[in-house]
């Protein structure tokens, strides 16, 4: 049930993120690479509220170490999202929109998820 919970917290983060940067790239004219990583911070907020309160329902453990952890692993997702998507538009040319997701798809399996779990939202053993 975890898992599920995580990957709806996953995709309403996912959502914000790749919608914010359309928007940077597609309106305001900004270059892909930085709209990735603006949208994504956006999204993380978003990930990271749903995440501690609902899907690892984790609201007892303590934020600012939590959400430090929470902070390095989305960095890694930025980076790895951003030249990822980078990589694969630029050796493929096909559209960014389209290379984008399909990095976020890898990234949030084997990257996000198992690091949320296992260690950013990982429960404390009462001592």
Known sequence: MTFLKAQVSAFFGGVIDYIVMLYCVEI???HYM???AIGGLVGAVVNY???RNWA???KNEAIVSQFSKYAIVS???IILKSSGTFILTETTNIDYRL???IIDAIVAFGFNFTLQKFWVF???KNT
């Open 99 to 101: 290379t984008r997701l």
């Open 122 to 124: 990982k429960k404390l």
């Open 56 to 58: 690892f329902d984790s």
């Open 49 to 51: 509220t749903i995440s």
């Open 28 to 30: 305001l004219k900004m």
């Open 34 to 36: 930085p709209a990735i």
């Open 75 to 77: 960095m890694g997702s």
